[in-house]
């Protein structure tokens, strides 16, 4: 049988599962749903794992499609776990948040911007906000027809690093957001025309750690995917760069994140794409 060779993608979420699983560990007293947190990790482990094993031990297009993509299907779970975690070990810091931001500007930004917003506004906004979850599949899908399957492998090990960088954030600064702590400064909620509560609260209902602010990941993984876009495919990066700027105003006119946590996307994004090129430079020469 082949020797399993990971690629330095699976290097990094094996060690990045495997420091979460170190961290719920230590604080095992405090975590009363670590069954749940290490039945995550296990089954998300071991499907990454025999879809590893397949294609080395059968090295046909469907296994190797299977790995190539397996980075970005692991990383929901990985997030979902966070919610078992990071508020049984840390408090919420989003007074610290709410304070850097009016010292910068004088004002609640989410709280000034209201007068400014109006429904058919959210409507437009809620829909650029949810096309986080569909933007690097996207630009995955045009690499994998175009066979740029090097490209599409550098990009996911760059967004998958992007992913971890801002779980990392959110571990360290714990933060509900605007939509809950200044709620009592807003004249009312956010409302929309005909569909954006709708996408608001469907987000809300299905994403089981609340605490994931700061930094945006949304304004993070959104520029990486758009750096890429730009690199790789011009006509494509056209229309998805108002769609990301959209995105990224969504995120503060909606209320769910501060400024600042705007500010350490992009600081997110530069990093994540600078380690990624460090670490993987054969993407320079542009191989397959």
Request: proline share 6%.
């Amino acid at each position: 049988m082949p020797k399993i060779k990971l690629k330095k993608v699976e290097w990094l979420y094996l060690g990045f599962v495997s420091g979460l699983s170190l961290l719920t560990l230590l604080n095992l007293p405090r975590l009363k749903g670590w069954p749940w947190i290490f039945l995550i990790y296990g089954l998300t482990l071991g499907i990454y794992g025999l879809v590893i094993w397949l294609d080395t031990r059968w090295p046909y297009k469907f296994f190797e499609l299977l790995r190539r993509w397996a980075p970005f299907a692991g990383i929901l779970p990985v997030f979902q776990s966070l919610g078992y975690i990071i508020q049984y070990i840390r408090p919420d810091l989003d007074g610290y948040l709410i304070r850097i931001d009016y010292a910068m500007f004088g004002v609640h930004p989410t709280v000034w911007l209201e007068s400014l917003t109006a429904p058919w506004m959210v409507d437009v906004l809620a829909l650029a906000y949810s096309s986080y979850y569909f933007l690097p599949v996207v630009l995955a899908l045009f690499l994998h027809f175009d066979n740029k399957h090097h490209e599409l492998e550098h990009m996911f090990l760059a967004v998958t690093i992007g992913f971890f960088i801002s779980y990392l954030g959110y571990l360290l600064v714990p933060a509900i957001g605007p939509r809950f702590t200044l709620t009592g400064n807003q004249a009312a909620p956010v409302k929309g025309l005909f569909w954006g509560n709708q996408i608001l609260n469907f987000l809300t209902a299905n994403e089981f750690n609340k605490r994931d602010c700061f930094p945006s990941g949304h304004t993070g993984i959104t520029l990486i995917v758009l750096y890429y876009a730009h690199a790789h495919h011009k006509k494509l990066f056209a229309v998805m760069l108002p769609v990301g700027i959209l995105l990224i105003v969504a995120t503060v006119f909606l209320r769910l994140h501060y400024v600042i946590d705007v500010i350490f996307g992009f600081v997110l994004a530069a990093l994540a794409i600078l380690i990624a090129e460090i670490w993987n430079p054969r993407f320079l020469r542009n191989k397959k």
